[in-house]
């Protein structure tokens, strides 16, 4: 995940730079007025970070924020997380994003290092209410229609049930206010495919599956995608791509890159030892392995990428052939944690 830090004055320049323990996990660019020189306008610079960070912090005004960020707010399922510290470092302000780009969530976290206030302002959160938008970003899940998210959070906060239908097993205690049951106004509803079980359904639906990805040198830069698209047709694939799963050493190969681009999925890399390791029988090819070291990497990598997340992963769609690329997909073992 990649994360910008600007600040605008020499005080927040030094606040910036005590950040650094606070964003662990996270590629940080920083900015400031002293260092990391700007070479274009504020808003420039706005757009480019709503195009390539998950967070974004601005130290100074709110103002500053607001107007830097306006003309590129999308959908709060699409924009990052945006939060405002004033330059003293005595208030945290998450300006969007709040719950699905988990701004809430980080503004406690830098509050509680600078020793700030964090100024939430989300009616669920001021009240103690759960919060599902949270709870699904947090957990790995995509939500199908963010409209409806404002039904389930309203009818907690007026103290009516929500219901809850999955069809993967619920593990641990339901939040206050949701019952296992579709008798109610509006509920949640967790599946692989959307349905409409309430008259406000929110539907979850569930990043588990995993594509692995080979591509030769070069390849098309729309090869993978094209393949992925094929493959997920012909086999009526309904499942929510969670990774795009690779060697190390192709990482940065166009097709790689775009796929993960394409599918808004992560990307993740191993070594060729790490493929090596992983237990099963795969599809292989020994001019594959004499030049990555492994001799199968789209299985192997789909495979060990759901693994190492602690889930039981298994091939659906064994290594497929395209235009200088091979792709396969795995789907990870699933329950709904509560």
Not at 20 to 45: D, I, N, Q
Not at 73 to 78: M, T
Not at 159 to 185: C, M
């Amino acid at each position: 995940m990649r994360a910008a830090v600007i600040s605008f004055t020499e005080n927040g320049d030094k606040l910036n730079k005590r950040l650094s323990p606070a964003l662990k996990g996270f590629e940080t660019e920083r900015c400031g007025k002293t260092f990391g020189g700007r070479s274009v306008s504020l808003g420039e610079w706005t757009r480019g970070k709503f195009n390539s960070c998950s967070l974004i912090i601005f130290i100074g005004a709110a103002g500053i924020a607001m107007r830097a960020c306006a003309p590129y707010v999308r959908a709060k399922d699409k924009d990052p997380a945006v939060i405002v510290i004033d330059e003293r470092g005595r208030y945290v302000i998450p300006l969007l994003s709040g719950h699905i780009g988990g701004a809430n969530r980080l503004s406690r976290r830098l509050a509680e290092y600078l020793g700030a206030d964090a100024v939430i302002t989300t009616a669920t959160d001021i009240n103690g209410v759960w919060s599902v938008d949270e709870w699904a970003a947090e957990n790995g899940y995509r939500i199908y229609d963010t409209g409806t998210i404002k039904y389930i959070s309203a009818a907690l906060l007026r103290g009516e049930p929500v219901g809850l239908v999955s069809s993967f097993e619920i593990k641990g205690d339901l939040p206050l206010g949701i019952t296992a049951s579709e008798n109610t106004e509006c509920g949640i509803y967790i599946s692989d495919i959307p349905d409409a079980p309430f008259k406000y359904t929110l539907c979850l639906m569930p990043k588990r599956l995993i594509i692995g990805a080979g591509s030769k040198a070069g390849a098309d830069r729309c090869a993978l995608s094209e393949l992925y698209e094929k493959i997920k047709t012909e086999n009526a694939i309904r499942a929510v791509p969670a990774s795009v799963a690779t060697i190390d050493i192709k990482a940065n190969e166009p097709s790689v890159k775009s796929l993960a681009q394409h599918t808004e999925a992560e990307l993740c890399t191993f070594t060729a030892e790490e493929l090596n390791s992983v237990k099963g029988c795969f599809t292989a090819s020994e001019f594959v392995r004499s030049v990555t070291g492994t001799d199968n990497v789209c299985e192997r990598a789909a495979v060990i990428c759901g693994e190492r997340q602690g889930r039981k992963t298994d091939i659906i769609v064994k290594k497929t052939v395209g235009n200088g690329v091979t792709a396969a997909l795995a789907v990870m073992d699933w329950s709904v944690v509560f």
